[in-house]
């Protein structure tokens, strides 16, 4: 079946530092998703990216779809300890089921 | 206030005991779904649900039972036959089709076996 890497695991970087988590997957995509999960929170909804190249900016993150549409990645320009949590990339194949990456656990020193 | 609700939150039984969590939602979502949580890792596919009175197995299936009776309701049964079954549980909705569209998470419930 369909498989989702995503690294690295585990993120640490000083306040103010960027980030960014990368979301490759085996299978050409019709879309992809992104998710935060707080420290003992559950998984919210980010944005959704359907284009081949797609780049879409969300404050301080910015979201880019490669453009064979089986890569994402999540980049964060200097981080804050707002955006500690766990980032999930969640890919669709057409016809089939959302696959969420085992995510990028991102914690911030202030 | 719309939303998806589950509970309880913390849940303990014993080893051997079949328990049931519950998702409610009142979303007017017809997609939804059950995942599993291990600390640290991503979310593994129990069961979904297109729509009511009909489910299908996700990708760790074995040892759970659903049911899918009304719209807004979706709960869980964690049988004695799951061998490992202390866990955080997500139960999720979308309203599009089942796996396309932005999936709304409820707070969970972090189910221990002792």
């Known amino acids: 079946g369909q498989q989702v890497m995503q690294i690295p695991q585990y993120q640490h970087v000083q306040e103010g530092e960027d980030f960014t988590t990368y979301c490759n997957s085996s299978?050409?995509?019709?879309?992809i998703q992104w998710y935060k999960q707080r420290p003992g929170g559950h998984p919210v909804f980010l944005i959704q990216l359907v284009k081949s190249g797609e780049v879409k900016k969300q404050k301080r993150l910015t979201f880019q779809f490669g453009e064979a549409k089986k890569n994402s990645s999540l980049h964060i320009t200097a981080t804050q300890t707002t955006y500690v949590g766990t980032y999930f990339c969640a890919a669709n194949n057409a016809g089939n089921m959302l696959t969420f990456g085992g995510g990028t656990r991102l914690m911030v020193k202030p | 206030d719309g939303g998806i609700t589950q509970s309880p939150k913390y849940l303990f039984r014993k080893e051997g005991q079949n328990v049931t969590l519950s998702c409610e939602q009142n979303l007017n979502h017809d997609a939804m779904y059950w995942y599993r949580q291990d600390p640290g890792q991503g979310l593994r596919l129990i069961y979904y649900?297109?729509?009511?009175?009909?489910?299908q197995k996700g990708d760790i299936a074995e040892g759970y039972s659903v049911s899918r009776e009304k719209k807004e309701s979706f709960p869980l049964t964690v049988t004695s036959a799951q061998k490992n079954p202390t866990a955080f549980y997500l139960c999720a909705s979308s309203g599009g089709a089942v796996g396309t569209d932005t999936q709304y998470f409820g707070p969970g419930t972090r189910l221990t076996v002792l």
């Open positions: 299978t050409t995509l019709s879309n």
């Open positions: 649900s297109q729509i009511v009175n009909d489910f």
